[in-house]
């Protein structure tokens, strides 16, 4: 069943185009920090928060970052966890993830069976979603044993992503990594487009309007943006990119 903030992002996205999401890592970041970067991304004209970390684990920390932006946004705080730590009652929904090209049953299927009842328990909105790393995909694909799609291979992005809609999921992830110089090629994009009905999320290597730009015409629904928000003064390059990608 669709819940209430996965038909907000349909809405959205309906409304303006390509949307940008804020990735937030609760690690490392202190209350200030949070405070300042939400507020200028918001103000930046952003449609969403995710909250996550690949390696993310003092649940502490994620409790207490997720209260904080709860307190001064009105903007859909979405977990995007990479383990069963990465949950907090203090969100208002969780994307529901599977690593599909991970080596490991651990991270496609057994993680999501442990996290279930605690998502149930905090009453948090699912969005069922298929996580497919493209490249070595940094941090994320060390720690989720994934087995990097070639960017050269758009055709088996394309399968997987279609595996995952045949299964029920209505969100597909392709992630290039945090802080990766190069982001996922158009034409693989362009791949997973014409193949998967779903709302298209692509991360990893967004910094300039022009990439975003390339990225929302092959197709991306929702484009995230992480890495340039840790830069000094980094709201007048986020402005210009939701400018670009907006219909």
């Known amino acids: 069943m669709v819940g209430t903030i996965e038909k907000r992002l349909c809405n959205s996205i309906k409304e303006n185009g390509t949307i940008c999401f804020a990735l937030i890592d609760s690690?490392?970041?202190?209350?200030?920090?949070?405070?300042?970067?939400?507020?200028?991304?918001?103000k930046a004209g952003i449609h969403g928060i995710?909250?996550?970390?690949?390696?993310?684990t003092d649940q502490e920390e994620l409790n207490s970052i997720t209260k904080i932006i709860k307190s001064i946004t009105t903007l859909p705080i979405i977990l995007f966890p990479g383990n069963i730590t990465g949950i907090s009652h203090n969100a208002d929904a969780i994307f529901f993830s599977s690593l599909l090209n991970s080596d490991n049953p651990y991270f496609i299927i057994q993680a999501q069976m442990l996290s279930a009842p605690i998502i149930k328990k905090y009453n948090l909105e699912a969005i069922p979603m298929g996580y497919i790393t493209i490249g070595d995909a940094g941090?994320?694909?060390?720690?989720?044993?994934a087995r990097g799609i070639s960017p050269k291979k758009g055709n088996i992005a394309a399968m997987y992503a279609l595996a995952a809609q045949y299964m029920g999921m209505r969100v597909i992830y392709l992630e290039a990594g945090s802080g990766v110089n190069k982001p996922i090629p158009s034409i693989l994009i362009k791949k997973v487009?014409?193949?998967?009905?779903?709302?298209?999320?692509?991360?990893?290597?967004?910094?300039?309007?022009?990439?975003?730009?390339?990225?929302?015409?092959?197709?991306?629904?929702?484009?995230?943006?992480?890495?340039?928000?840790?830069?000094?003064?980094?709201?007048?390059?986020?402005?210009?990119?939701?400018?670009?990608?907006?219909?």
């Open 27 to 42: 690690e490392g970041i202190s209350k200030n920090q949070t405070i300042d970067t939400i507020k200028k991304a918001e």
């Open 139 to 145: 941090t994320i694909g060390y720690i989720g044993n």
């Open 193 to 247: 487009r014409s193949i998967f009905d779903g709302i298209l999320i692509v991360g990893g290597g967004i910094k300039s309007p022009e990439v975003a730009k390339e990225i929302s015409s092959a197709g991306a629904d929702i484009i995230v943006i992480g890495t340039l928000l840790e830069k000094k003064e980094f709201e007048n390059n986020l402005e210009e990119i939701i400018k670009v990608i907006k219909k």
């Open 50 to 56: 995710l909250i996550g970390g690949s390696t993310a």
